[in-house]
């Protein structure tokens, strides 16, 4: 997806706003650093959570690194790590800062997280 189709996707499904932040992949298209992901990845706060699968059809996908429970909701993948009050702005949707990016990238250190660990560096101009 590109930034047009995550914006439109956002905006399909109505999701609010103060309680989500766009992490990972997701960020890095909206921010301008990579032109594709193949999904969304959001950070809810824990009630926001609560409310997507009261409210939703949503899917458990697995327990994270972190022992918490992710869900799949539609293209998107959410749970409540990383959700921050740090955030960058795109177009009104929350998304996560790079500096954060670039931590979560080095913590779960896989090939296609190192890979963009150079577009963030790059990005930052370091």
Do not use: P, W
């Amino acid at each position: 997806m590109d930034k047009n189709a995550i914006l439109k996707k956002l905006k399909e499904f109505n999701l609010d706003k103060s309680k989500y932040l766009v992490i990972s992949g997701g960020a890095m298209v909206l921010l301008g650093i990579k032109d594709t992901t193949k999904d969304i990845d959001i950070a809810v706060s824990k009630d926001y959570c609560e409310y997507l699968l009261n409210n939703y059809s949503c899917e458990f996908d697995r327990v994270n690194e972190f022992n918490h429970k992710c869900y799949n909701l539609d293209v998107f993948n959410f749970g409540i790590d990383y959700y921050s009050d740090d955030y960058e702005e795109v177009e009104g949707i929350r998304v996560q800062t790079v500096e954060d990016i670039i931590k979560l990238k080095r913590f779960l250190n896989r090939e296609k997280d190192k890979e963009d660990i150079k577009k963030l560096i790059k990005y930052k101009g370091e």
